[in-house]
Nanobody, 113 residues
Framework: QVQLVESGGGLVQPGGSLRLSCVAS????????MGWYRQAPGKQRELVASITSGGTTNYADSVKGRFTISRDNAKNTVYLQMNSLKPEDTAVYYC???????WGQGTQVTVSS
């Protein structure tokens, strides 16, 4: 089992930026695929971005060109840089260890003027 702790959410105006962080409790993190998901009120949880242990990334069409996922294995951390935020990006964002199926507790992102 691994514990994942997200941080970095908050309230931001449209067009603004945020960087989310997810710290894993185990050093085996470096061999695991990781992902960021989000869930808006009344909607299903969806995959936003993923990164393999080798660094290959994949993005939902709705965030391509605006969001960047990255990882720092020395810090057991995966990041989600979010630029040009839109109101429709408002959701709770979750980190997931895709190899183990473990979830973090989520962090709220609200994009509003």
């Amino acid at each position: 089992q691994v514990q994942l702790v997200e941080s970095g959410g908050g309230l931001v105006q449209p067009g603004g930026s945020l960087r989310l962080s997810c710290v894993a409790s185990r050093t085996i993190f470096s061999t695991h695929a990781m992902g960021w998901y989000r869930q808006a009120p009344g909607k299903q949880r969806e995959l936003v971005a993923s990164i393999t242990s080798g660094g290959t990334t994949n993005y939902a069409d709705s965030v391509k060109g605006r969001f960047t996922i990255s990882r720092d294995n020395a810090k057991n951390t995966v990041y989600l840089q979010m630029n040009s935020l839109k109101p429709e990006d408002t959701a709770v964002y979750y980190c997931k260890d895709r190899s183990l199926g473990s979830w973090g507790q989520g962090t709220q992102v609200t994009v509003s003027s």
